[in-house]
Antibody, heavy 118, light 109 residues
């Protein structure tokens, strides 16, 4: 069974940094692209970032470009999202997803909450 | 404001057929697959339709997807109370990003 387990969320202040992790199991991790998608409280889904299976190609949404970095450690089946210069607007539940057909999310984790507040 | 446009709400009675639209542009829906997700209250999204009109294993055939030009639709037939959820469309955009619709809240009356 494919499983994704996110961790690393928490309460931070504006300007702080945070690193999210996502441990994948039940599939050939290094074959698949992975993404982060977030959902602010009571709002819709917002695509944040994606990375190819090898880690060579990365993509970012405009709202996080230059502040967030996606990377992966295929030897540990783990995906990461390094978030710097956090803003109140980054407050959301962050989902890790396994991707199909490029960068379309097909399997979702349960999410890890990030709250940015002074 | 989302790149893909969905109606914020939809409703129907049990047994009815409802459709949810998703409108985009040439750079997203017009040239790429559309995926649909169902998000039940308090849970993570779940893949409902892939590659415009294909149902993943385990998704009932009451759910169907279609695409024409720069628009797509999700249809739910034989509506059930357990279908009450938020529904989101998504498409890869040629600007090298994924666009989501704003979501449609489906109410079963």
């Amino acid at each position: 069974e494919v499983q994704l387990l996110e961790s690393g969320g928490g309460l931070v202040k504006p300007g702080d940094s945070l690193r999210l992790s996502c441990a994948g199991s039940g599939f050939n991790f290094n074959v698949y692209a992975m993404s982060w998608v977030r959902q602010a409280p009571g709002r819709g889904l917002e695509w944040v970032s994606a990375i190819s299976g090898s880690g060579e190609r990365t993509y970012y949404g405009d709202s996080v470009k230059g502040r967030f970095t996606i990377y992966r450690d295929n030897s540990k089946n783990t995906l990461f999202l390094q978030m710097n210069s956090l803003r109140v607007a980054d407050t959301a539940l962050y989902y890790c997803t396994k991707d199909d057909d490029g960068y379309y999310s097909d399997i979702w984790g349960q999410g890890t909450p990030v709250t940015v507040s002074s | 404001q989302s790149v893909l446009t969905q109606p914020p709400s939809a409703s129907g009675t049990p047994g009815q057929r409802v459709t949810i639209s998703c409108s985009g542009s040439r750079t997203n829906i017009g040239g790429n697959y559309v995926y649909w997700y169902q998000q039940l209250p308090g849970t993570a999204p779940k893949l409902l339709i892939q590659r415009n009109n294909q149902r993943p294993s385990g998704v009932p055939d009451r759910f169907s997807g279609s695409k024409s030009g720069t628009s797509a639709s999700l249809a739910i037939s034989g509506l059930r109370s357990e279908d009450e959820a938020d529904y989101f469309c998504a498409a890869w955009d040629d600007s090298l990003s994924v666009s989501f619709g704003g979501g449609t809240k489906l109410t079963v009356l």
